[in-house]
């Protein structure tokens, strides 16, 4: 796969997890205590890849949740994974 492409995939991704950790008020707590940042934060920073990086570092952080989101938006965890060391290159 290209290098842009296979980031623009890794971002599509941490916005799907996003999406997903936020359907839960507690997790999406969680999200904002674990990561460190604001509502306005991750408002004004999503499109940064450090953020979108620390949104699935937050998932592979309880494998649970990792399981559970991968499930829901049709990828395996490890494509996850992947996809957040994709954003931290």
């Not at 999406?19 to 707590?29: G, I, N, V």
């Not at 991750?42 to 494998?63: C, D, K, M, P, V």
């Amino acid at each position: 796969m290209h290098e842009t492409n296979s980031k623009l995939e890794a971002s599509s991704l941490a916005f799907q997890a996003l999406a997903w950790a936020l359907m839960d008020t507690s997790r999406a707590d969680r999200l904002l205590a674990l990561t460190g940042l604001t509502p306005a934060g991750l408002r004004t920073s999503i499109h940064h890849r450090g953020t979108q990086a620390a949104i699935l570092s937050f998932l592979e952080a309880y494998e649970p949740d990792l399981i559970a989101c991968a499930e829901v938006i049709g990828v395996s965890p490890t494509h996850l994974v992947k996809a957040r060391e994709e954003l931290e290159l």
